[in-house]
């Protein structure tokens, strides 16, 4: 008895199926981007969560200060300072706090320590997450060595102009400009006061969500106060930027420019650490008149994010 035949696909149907399948996946991609938008900016607001806890914890064994950095030798970074309380102990202890962060010479571990790479100092939403930082190096005139990066830095301050120099103070600052700052200097409030920023993927350049200018081997200048590499004693005046990004001292300071300003590759805006510990979202149309106003620790000249 013969067996009945098995008839396979057409080249028709299997042309629909292969254009289904399109179908689904153009329908399923947007959604997933979504959802892992959405993941990085739940890990990059923990991150600055985790920033506030540690700080608040530096401050309860530190006479209640805020840490500082040593920006003489670029010897100090905040960052190294709350590595204990992010349980970073180990890369803590290979620190010497006496020498330079790149210092290599002679049994010192400094340099090895900032190569370390940290996940909580790092955006997942920034392209650059994994970005090497290089920087010049001082041991080795004309050479250059490898740091591991950050994405967050501290307000030291907000520049109105710089010629004349017209300036307002913010919480973390050097160890030579403050001495000792204790939270309770805040008095416009710790739930009004901005600490720490989104300044995601610098050294490269950023304007308006276009890299303008790639540094990835383009070696830093060793006591740049903000390189981007976490062990360098990281600082950064904020200052308001045109809507190009190119002209300083402009109406904006969110996602303008990731130099001297919030930046971020969230859609919207972008995260601060506010001085209480809670973590806030300041979209791109914030003026830079209120970020200002939030970096001000003791003017009375307190802010809401909505304003």
């Known amino acids: 008895m013969p067996r009945p035949s098995r008839r396979g696909f ?3 149907e299997l042309l629909v199926v292969i254009a289904i399948i399109a179908i689904l996946i153009g329908l399923l991609l947007p959604a997933v981007q979504k959802v892992r938008a959405a993941a990085a900016r739940v890990a990059c607001s923990n991150n600055l969560k985790q920033l506030g ?4 914890n530096y401050a309860s064994a530190e006479e209640s200060c805020f840490p500082k950095y040593d920006g003489t030798n670029r010897r100090l970074g905040w960052t190294t300072l709350l590595l204990p309380y992010l349980e970073q102990e180990p ?9 330079s962060w790149y210092v290599s ?9 900032g190569q370390v790479r940290m996940k909580g100092f790092v955006c997942p939403a920034n392209p650059g997450a994994n970005r090497t930082v290089l920087v010049q190096d001082p041991e080795n005139p004309g050479g250059s060595f ?9 307000a030291e301050g907000f520049y109105y102009s710089t010629t004349p120099v017209n300036w307002i103070e913010g919480t973390i600052r050097s160890i030579s400009a403050i001495g000792k ?15 720490i920023f989104e300044n995601a993927d610098v050294p490269n350049v950023w304007i308006n969500g276009k890299l303008t200018t790639d ?3 383009t070696p830093m200048v060793i006591n740049h106060s903000n390189h981007g590499g976490w062990a360098n004693p990281n600082n950064n005046n904020i200052r308001g930027w045109d809507a190009t990004g190119t002209v300083q001292f402009g109406p904006y300071s969110v996602n303008k420019r990731n130099g001297a300003a919030l930046y971020s590759f969230h859609t919207g805006g972008a ?6 510990g809670s973590v806030q979202f300041f979209g791109e149309n914030t003026q830079a008149e209120i970020i200002k106003r939030f970096v001000s620790f003791n003017g009375s000249d307190i802010a809401n994010v909505g304003d």
């Open 146 to 154: 490898p740091a591991a990066p950050t994405d967050y830095t501290v």
């Open 105 to 113: 010479l002679n049994g010192c571990r400094n340099r090895e320590a």
């Open 53 to 56: 806890i540690a700080i608040h």
């Open 215 to 217: 540094n990835t081997n």
């Open 271 to 276: 995260f601060a650490l506010i001085a209480d």
């Open 10 to 12: 057409t080249l028709i």
């Open 91 to 99: 890369t803590y202890k290979m620190i010497d706090q006496t020498q």
């Open 181 to 195: 700052r204790r939270i309770t200097d805040v008095t416009d409030g710790t739930s009004n006061t901005l600490v």
